[in-house]
């Protein structure tokens, strides 16, 4: 009788101690909570990231379409016509040619892919697609210049 007892002692103990460990979970619901917490934080986050990249190119491009307009008002008042700066790379001295053009005397880059220029303002390279207010008055058919490739613009 006393075996009998041990065993039914031992059996009680063990369904108690198997269902108490169950019902604490683990720590399972700890970790669904947390990475609930972090999805919403991470949703929180990119969407502030959406919106100040909307605001700048908001930004960008109404002072582009200032400078544009300035341009116009500029060429119209000095009785100019208004062109595509990147008309003279079709001339015939440049006809056929994917390399880079480079200005030597203006340490000014015309960069074809992106039918911009890339030179040097304040210690910094600056990409632009209008031309740089340093060449507007330049006849390109007389600027020497050097043709380059392959490089990292």
């Known amino acids: 009788m006393n075996k009998l007892m041990i065993y039914v002692a031992v059996l009680i103990f063990s369904t108690v101690t198997i269902t108490e460990a ?86 000014t880059y015309y960069d074809p892919y992106r039918r911009g220029y890339v030179y040097r303002r304040h210690n910094d390279w600056v990409f632009d697609r209008a031309m740089p207010s340093f060449m507007v008055g330049l006849d390109l058919g007389r600027v020497n210049v050097q043709f380059m490739g392959r490089l990292p613009l």
């Open 22 to 107: 169950y019902a604490q979970g683990r720590g399972r619901g700890h970790h669904r909570k947390a990475k609930k917490e972090y999805a919403k934080h991470y949703e929180k986050q990119r969407k502030h990231t959406y919106r100040y990249a909307k605001e700048r190119d908001k930004a960008d491009r109404k002072y582009y379409e200032k400078r544009e307009k300035a341009y116009r008002k500029y060429a119209k008042h000095h009785h100019k016509r208004y062109r595509d700066h990147d008309d003279w790379y079709y001339d015939r001295r440049f006809h056929r040619r994917s390399d880079y053009v480079y200005f030597p005397k203006h340490r």
